[in-house]
């Protein structure tokens, strides 16, 4: 065994203190979110953990140990002279404003729940069995909308859909669409809200995301041209759908190929497939970094076990890249392929027969 070089075991305990820094702040952060303590402060207005315990109701003394972790982790602004502690523009849009496109607090949920989980994932490494979506805790799947939303809200119908062929005229025409893995219904509800003269409907196997999309269309006024209902990928009623879209979930799938078939037999003849996948790179070396980094680390305790407890159990991963997801649309009997649009966090590829 070689020696340790000592100067390089320094760097990396030094690495090490930033990481589990940031794994405890990330536990305050969903604390913070889930008792209101980030709305309270969205104002900007300097407060002390007494003032903000008279405006949120919470104990004061919690509070300044709250603050302060939150300072050292610069994810918080702090005044010495006053002793006063307030949240910047920049940091208010990232951990208070719900609908800005930088709210940041639904992936702090997505990693509470890879801790939550991890005992079901181990047994997973275990036993090969792999742990299906519904199994998780039920933060993963509040974490996911409120993670993938702020991109969709950007990107989805100002970006991504106007990429794709004539697909942004049919919508505005009125056009049938089905939003496959919808989850929430985040992004089914986003294109009803742009394009009211097309009918939409979300699918999803598991059943408590379809309640919570029903509610949610309800809530934002579109239930009359979107509705939600459970059913598996390779599964979903319907004909003839003039766009089918499948947004960061057929890596999930165990058998993405037949999920791609019952597509393509239920796509319009001049129909698109739009899919939405975590950006990555075709090979490993080019996916070390940092959002790699993030996307293998829920590629192995969320998505890959996903997959791995379904039929076919194909495990593509989050960081499937291009090549394999090609692979996956011309195996599955179409003979279109192309990347129309990305952006740092999402690749998104037009499919036609």
């Given at each position: 065994?070689?020696e ?6 320094d ?8 990481d ?20 309270a ?8 953990a007494r ?9 004061e ?5 709250w ?16 002793n006063r502690f ?8 990232v ?13 702090f ?5 890879m801790?939550v989980?991890?005992p ?32 969709y809200?950007s ?10 062929d ?6 505005r025409?009125?056009a ?13 509800i ?7 003269a097309?009918?939409f409907v979300?699918f ?7 309640e919570r ?15 939600f ?16 879209a ?10 993405p ?7 393509r037999?239920t ?16 090979h ?14 829920a590629s ?14 194909l ?8 090549l ?6 011309l195996?599955?009997?179409?003979t279109r ?11 998104v590829?037009?499919?036609?027969a």
């Amino acid at each position: 065994m070689r020696e340790p070089d000592m100067q390089k075991l320094d760097a990396l305990v030094g690495r090490l203190v930033g990481d589990i820094g940031a794994a405890v702040t990330g536990a305050l952060v969903v604390l913070g979110d889930q008792v209101g303590i980030f709305r309270a402060m969205a104002d900007g207005e300097p407060v002390n953990a007494r003032g903000l315990a008279a405006k949120t109701g919470l104990k004061e003394r919690y509070l300044q140990e709250w603050l302060s972790a939150q300072a050292a982790a610069d994810y918080i602004d702090y005044d010495e002279a006053t002793n006063r502690f307030s949240l910047t523009p920049e940091q208010a849009m990232v951990f208070a404003e719900e609908n800005s496109p930088a709210f940041f607090v639904g992936a702090f949920e997505v990693v509470q729940s890879m801790w939550v989980d991890e005992p079901k994932v181990a047994d997973a490494f275990r036993t090969g069995k792999g742990v299906g979506w519904h199994e998780h805790s039920t933060c993963l799947f509040r974490g996911t909308e409120r993670f993938f939303r702020p991109g969709y809200n950007s990107h989805l119908v100002t970006e991504w859909i106007p990429a794709l062929d004539g697909v942004e005229e049919k919508l505005r025409s009125g056009a049938s669409v089905a939003d496959v893995g919808c989850g929430h219904g985040a992004s089914t509800i986003l294109m009803a809200q742009a394009y009211p003269a097309s009918r939409f409907v979300g699918f999803d196997y598991h059943g408590p995301s379809i309640e919570r999309a029903r509610a949610a269309a309800e809530k934002a006024g579109v239930a009359d041209r979107v509705t939600f209902e459970q059913s598996a990928a390779a599964q979903f009623p319907g004909r003839d759908y003039d766009m089918i879209a499948m947004f960061d979930c057929l890596h999930d799938m165990g058998d993405p190929v037949g999920a791609g078939r019952h597509v393509r037999e239920t796509l319009a003849p001049d129909g698109t497939w739009m899919i939405v996948e975590p950006f990555a790179h075709d090979h490993l070396k080019d996916n070390l970094n940092p959002v790699g980094r993030v996307y293998y680390g829920a590629s192995t305790m969320i998505c890959t076990p996903a997959s791995l407890s379904q039929d076919v159990g194909l495990g593509l991963g989050a960081q499937a890249g291009e090549l394999r997801l090609r692979k996956v649309a011309l195996d599955a009997g179409f003979t279109r392929f192309r990347r129309a649009t990305e952006t740092p966090f999402n690749m998104v590829f037009e499919v036609q027969a």
